[in-house]
């Protein structure tokens, strides 16, 4: 008996939203579907029991195991799909045994999961896009010379496999370039074993563009056309004043002329196609200067929190159009956004002990409010995205009026305050200067002394 085909096959990660969004496509087009996580055994155990039909592991490092775990589901598979950056190594080994499922080549994934290959291969195809680059083999001198040769200054410093934008460094000198190379080499090190990363650490120096960075994700068909989603403007922490390189916001859809639009279009296009993609979706960042687009990079699979973005501003359900590609089925793009959408990441301005928060609860109160993850409290360490840390919180904005959403995100900037306790100095508030806590502590001594003094004095009056 022929069984039905109705498994969607996630590698490496599922989360609870995913089943959502497919739940939706079911019962708008009476569809029915299957979901299956497949993961590595290795990786550390998941707090909680994933929220899909199917959930099976494997021992990655030996390829007849991922076919063994597969084969009783093989005539019951209709998609494969990988949601983040750190798994497309292991999306790259599934690929051989779903033979008859269509999935990017691992060749494709290899170029578009290493930096360096990546702009070796927009070189071939895209090098009008493509900003100057080189390999970083070492921090000694004569390679800090080759690379300012190849490169020149300012230059970017950042990881080949690494997303969200850690460990990323500007350079204007040499003496700066020397430093990060030096504190780069091992952090990657340690990311990566942390992460149980399958690829090998590699820094790339990239020259770098003054300019606005957007992002756009694209559904790549099995015969290389191309459906694009809205174009996300990203503002960076360096936009802000700071020394960072995260992506602090993230605004869909722009505003933008129609004619900038296609044009950037026509670049991620171009990339896509560099890199041989197929059968995916493709998340491209790129700088606008002046009237010019360069390549940033492209990812292999969706851009973070696209999902929630799309969905809110333009009703795009983007976790089942990175599956109907796949399936394959032509993805389903409204034409007109009913509103506007946005991501902002909050780091605070100093590395140390959070001592004290204030304003993430009003957040809540916000008419653009969507939903918050607080990802650091009082007491934990706030590190900057460059040195690998995590935000201290994330939140999504929704309002169907653009002013009214930038005046939200403006609130926030203004009411929340995190203070912040470096090693053997003053508490430092990433906001409004006051008093910390550690003065209110030496206060509240220094009134009890003065008391005990007093009161001691006075007793000493009435024995006379």
Partial sequence: MKKDKNILLFVGTFADRYANYIAQYEAKYEKHFRTMLLRDSKLRKLEKEPTCDIFVECDFSKPHKIAEVLLPYQDELLAVTCRTEQQIARFAQVIPHVPYLRTPT?????????KYEMRKRFNLGAKKYNPRFTWVKNATASERRRVIEKVGFPLVIKPTSLAGSLFVSICYHEDELHKTLQSSFRRVRAAYKKDSRLEEPKIIAEEYIEGELYSIDSYVNSRGAVYHCPLVRQRTARERGGDDLYNYLQITPTALKSTTIAKAEEVAEAAIHALGLRS?????????????????????????????????????????????????????????????????????????????????????????????????????????????????????????????????????????????????????????????????????????????????????????
């Fill in 280 to 464: 995916v979706t493709a998340h491209t960042e790129l700088i606008k200067h002046d009237d010019e687009w360069k390549i940033v990079e492209v990812g292999p699979r969706p851009g973070g929190q696209r999902d929630l973005l799309h969905s809110l501003s333009c009703d795009i359900n983007h976790t089942m159009n990175d599956l109907l590609v796949r399936i394959p089925r032509k993805p389903v793009i409204p034409k007109k956004c009913q509103g506007f959408a946005a991501y902002l990441k909050y780091y605070a301005q100093r590395e140390g002990e959070i001592t004290e928060t204030k304003g993430i609860k009003k957040i809540e109160e916000l008419d653009s409010f969507n939903s918050i993850v607080v990802n650091k409290r009082v007491g934990d360490r706030a590190i900057f995205a460059r040195n690998g840390g995590r935000s201290i919180f994330n939140v999504v904005l929704y309002n169907n009026d653009r002013a009214k959403l930038l005046a939200d995100i403006r609130r926030i900037e203004q009411m929340v305050s995190v203070r912040v306790l470096t090693r053997g100095k003053k508490a430092h508030a990433t906001k409004k200067a006051g008093v910390t806590t550690n003065q209110k502590k030496a206060t509240i001594k220094t009134t009890v002394k003065k008391v005990a003094k007093k009161t001691v004095k006075r007793k000493s009056a009435k024995k006379k």
């Fill in 106 to 114: 691992t060749e494709s994934l290899a170029w578009a999961a290493d």
